[in-house]
């Protein structure tokens, strides 16, 4: 339910916040005190788009916000959508939404993070129903008015079951056309059957390019690298003053002072074998390097040879060697594709024709309970309807069948006639919205125990109505209360007076400025209000009073 708006500097409002409560709420005062501004504050905080002439006169922005309490029904539905959006998830089961408008942006935000309209208005969709002049009324849509019916039914489980078939078929009818697109012709199998022979009888292998360029570059540079080799191993040891002969010269030198410090000499003397080890070990590395490298003229001319294959892939199916490789992996797969098609495409169209045969008797079977449940549910809105003034009126539920799909094989209006002899027409083509604001508090009434919008929100319900059919308005819109929170702009006492909570919107003029300022009335204050929209006079006060202790 709505805890609170906040609006500052929206048109005639300065400045104002609204406690609204569970129930019944009705909002009530003079004809162009601004009553309007808070069904227009609540739709743009649904993600309507925003007339930025809104902003009052003087002042650069406005600023809307609200607080909505979560119930059981919708808040698997927000966590969805605010994950969706990438938002944080609702804390303590509280989600508020703010818009900030100047005159050349609009801000969104979601419990204070920045959002976009689209998630406004996503969430607006599940929490708020709002019924009135310009409003959106979900309850005109075909496919809701479908969900309704399913919902009234308990139809979610069958619903589901035809969605989950459907899926199916849909996912292997659209696997055999991509197949059928997809498959290659005689003459494009044949190339396909060339490339996977002629990559494959190259015989090569993901590393190979990298493990030839490097054994090509050796032997490109062997004779330089054997000549160098050579000197550094005779610098080291075979040459005349190698660094082995230096080694050892230094060897006898300290040598002649063992006898006067034996523990220095010794240590010394360890070391200069050990460096006559060091110089040793270099010199075999040196050679088993060089002997690696040293290539015989046939075994360089066939380490060019497969280079030359290998660029010679590369260019016909490359650049690179990897490309190669994949693109003999997917001539493969084209390949298996043409010579077992008749047999892939026979299990696909198989399975195809199965998974219809089991959606067109779903479908068949959710159709009979759809017809069976709407009789009962038009019985019960006609009754509805006689409360609301409509003595004569009839609704009934029209079905057509189209292509079965994720929701079943039908396409329900609700059609409604408000007197005999007037053609009955679909809801969404009735003109009055004080006829469509009825209609709609009837089916409202009718599925309050299955609706899962929280709040309803209701625009000029009252208009063209009167007396007892203004009084049975009311006495709905309260009963309504119980399931939902109701909010309700009136020009009518009688509905008023049922109100759980009462508010009141008052213009004033103050210093040449217009101001709106809404209240909630309590006690005398409501009474005066209710006897004022009587006519006012002490038979009007008597009369609210009256009213209100019977409601």
């Known amino acids: 339910m709505i805890e609170w708006i906040r609006i500052k500097n929206l048109a005639l409002i300065e400045e104002a916040e609204i406690e609204f409560k569970p129930g019944f709420n009705v909002i009530t005062g003079e004809t162009g005190a601004g009553k309007t501004i808070l069904i227009g504050a609540i739709g743009m905080l649904l993600g309507e788009r925003a007339d930025k002439t809104s902003i009052r006169t003087g002042c650069s922005s406005c600023e809307i916000s609200m607080s909505f309490a979560l119930p059981k029904s919708v808040a698997k539905s927000v966590s969805e959508i605010l994950d969706s959006a990438g938002l944080p998830p609702v804390e303590d089961k509280v989600i508020q939404l703010k818009r900030i408008l100047t005159a050349t942006s609009s801000r969104n935000f979601v419990n204070d993070s920045s959002a976009s309209l689209q998630t406004l208005k996503t969430l607006g969709n599940i929490l708020i129903d709002t019924h009135g002049p310009h409003e959106h009324q979900s309850l005109l849509k075909q496919s809701i008015q479908l969900e309704l019916i399913d919902r009234y039914g308990s139809l979610e489980k069958i619903t589901s079951e035809a969605s989950e078939i459907f899926e199916g078929f849909k996912k292997t009818k659209f696997e055999r056309e991509e197949l059928e697109k997809g498959i290659p012709s005689s003459s494009e199998a044949e190339h396909f059957r060339f490339i996977v022979s002629d990559i494959a009888k190259a015989g090569i292998h993901a590393d190979e390019e990298e493990e030839l360029v490097t054994r090509h570059n050796l032997a490109s540079n062997s ?28 060897y006898r030198v300290i040598q002649g002072f063992e006898g006067a410090d034996p523990d220095m000499a010794a240590k010394f003397l360890k070391q200069c074998e050990s460096l006559t080890e060091t110089a040793n070990e270099l010199v075999e590395g040196i050679q088993r390097y060089t002997g690696n490298i040293e290539l015989d003229e046939k075994e360089f001319t066939e380490l060019e040879e497969r280079i030359r294959i290998i660029q010679n892939l590369k260019r016909r199916y490359g650049p690179t060697l990897a490309d190669v490789i994949k693109t003999a992996e997917n001539a493969r797969i084209k390949l298996d594709e043409f010579e077992n098609f008749e047999s892939i495409r026979t299990s696909f169209i198989e399975k195809e024709k199965s998974l219809n045969d089991k959606l067109l008797k779903k479908c068949s079977e959710i159709s009979k309970k759809r017809h069976e449940i709407s009789a009962k549910f038009a019985k019960k809105v006609c009754a509805e309807l006689r409360k609301l003034g409509f003595a004569r009126s009839d609704f009934t539920v029209d079905f057509k069948q189209t292509e079965p799909g994720p929701t079943g094989s039908d396409v329900v209006d609700f059609i409604f006639s408000p007197n005999p002899g007037e053609t009955a027409k679909p809801l969404r083509e009735i003109a009055s919205s004080g006829e469509i604001s009825r209609v709609m508090l009837a089916l409202k009434t009718v599925l309050s125990s299955a609706d899962s919008i929280p709040v309803l929100v209701f625009d000029e319900i009252d208009v063209n109505i009167g007396g007892e059919t203004a009084m049975i308005v009311g006495q709905e819109l309260k009963a309504l209360g119980s399931s939902h929170q109701v909010l309700c702009i009136s020009h009518l006492p009688q509905v008023a007076a049922c109100a759980d909570t009462h508010y009141s919107v008052e213009k004033s003029v103050v210093k040449g400025r217009t101001f709106t300022a809404v209240s909630e009335l309590k006690d005398t204050d409501r009474k005066s209000e209710i006897a004022r929209m009587l006519g006012g006079g002490k038979a009007a006060e008597k009369h609210a009073e009256e009213m209100l202790s019977g409601k």
């Open 223 to 250: 004779h330089d690298i054997l000549e160098t080799a050579t000197n550094a191993v005779g610098m080291l040891k075979e040459s005349e003053g190698s660094l082995t002969d230096r080694i050892s010269e230094i």
